[in-house]
């Protein structure tokens, strides 16, 4: 709701409160007092419940200033004091309109203060049937207070929404733009590869050319349907068929490759996360590792499963660099973490490069602290 329609729902919750002005208007009329002294009484009235109306208009927005209450003290328990019982209902409004908008260190003073007051200018003129106006002002405080809890926490409720669902929204982008990424980063690896094979071979050897153009032909279709997938948000990379593009783009960039002579039945989750683990180490194997053999090993032992992904590449430097920084990487670990899991990546101690993702079999169970 926004603010102007806060400020009509607080004036309408305190235009039927002042009923009660009935009583200090016909004391006004009834009483026989000196003219100035009931104009006096009259401009006070009307500026009281200008004030009073001013303050609840605020009542769910939080923004009244603080000499608007102590005015409204003020001028009720003058009004109160000075005019007579008939004017003890301005102690109840007095009590609402402190329980809705002070702190609460000031609320319960003002509303004893305003009872106390109310109850003392009826006993100093033995109005002993009224005293249920007394009763009324922390009646009315409690009242009002819950209400203000209940708005409060209705708008916390509301704002709490707000930001899980910009949450949401962030969260989607950022898996959005990770498995992008993911695809394309390997995908187009791979055509710049064939292509660029294609382009050497083109002259001397014709048929062996046009595979690669083939190859390049499959692997552009195979990333226009993958990130259609990925759009409509149902795509899944197996391990398998991780594995299966491994051979094929390595095989045709000369690297030696050893696979897994089988790979293990893996709960979907974990075979999709192994699945890009296995993209990801082929593209920067590709990229960045000049390396003329891979290896990857695959097991599992009913509580976890191990990928290692190891190369006889150079260790530089730069490639640790791009290896430990790459936005490649850093997606592969929230995949694995989200999991459970986890990914370590670094140069061997003997030459080459090693990348290994450990993945627990079952979700990983959140400990309450």
Aim: hydrophobic share 50%.
């Amino acid at each position: 709701m926004d603010t102007s329609g806060h400020l009509r729902q607080s004036m309408l919750a305190a235009l039927p409160w002042l009923l009660f002005q009935a009583f200090p208007v016909l004391d006004l009329v009834e009483v026989d007092r000196p003219v100035w002294l009931r104009l006096l009484g009259a401009a006070g009235l009307v500026v009281f419940t200008a004030v009073y109306l001013r303050v609840m208009s605020d009542f769910t927005v939080r923004t009244t200033p603080p000499w608007d209450v102590v005015g409204l003290v003020v001028l009720g328990m003058a009004l109160t004091v000075g005019f007579g019982p008939s004017w003890t209902g301005l102690m109840i409004y007095l009590s609402g309109a402190a329980a809705s908008v002070l702190p609460g260190r000031w609320v319960w003073p003002t509303v004893l203060a305003a009872t106390a007051v109310a109850a003392g200018v009826l006993a100093a003129a033995g109005e002993w049937g009224m005293f249920v106006l007394p009763v009324l002002c922390p009646l009315t405080a409690f009242a009002l207070r819950g209400t203000r809890y209940l708005i409060t926490v209705n708008r916390e409720l509301q704002e709490a929404r707000e930001e899980l669902a910009s949450n949401a929204v962030a969260e989607e982008r950022l898996r959005f733009a990770r498995d992008l990424h993911d695809l394309l980063g390997h995908s187009l690896s791979l055509i710049a590869l064939k292509s660029e094979l294609a382009r050497r071979l083109v002259e001397r050897d014709p048929a062996r050319a046009a595979a690669e153009m083939a190859d390049v032909e499959d692997a552009a279709r195979r990333a226009l349907a993958e990130v259609r997938d990925a759009v409509s948000g149902y795509r899944q990379v197996s391990c398998a068929q991780a594995l299966a593009e491994a051979r094929s783009a390595l095989g045709g960039a000369g690297v030696t490759v050893r696979l897994p002579d089988r790979v293990p039945s893996l709960p979907g989750t974990v075979d999709a996360a192994l699945g890009w683990v296995v993209r990801e180490a082929t593209t920067n194997v590709l990229r960045h590792s000049g390396a003329g053999s891979v290896t990857v090993e695959l097991t599992e032992d009913g509580v976890q499963a191990v990928l290692t992904v190891t190369d006889d590449g150079p260790g530089t430097g730069q490639r640790v660099t791009v290896l430990g920084s790459g936005s490649g990487l850093a997606g592969l670990r929230e995949r694995l973490t989200a999991l459970g899991g986890e990914l370590h990546a670094g140069p061997q101690d003997r030459g080459g490069y090693r990348l290994q993702a450990r993945v627990p079999l079952q979700p990983a169970v959140a400990v309450a602290r």
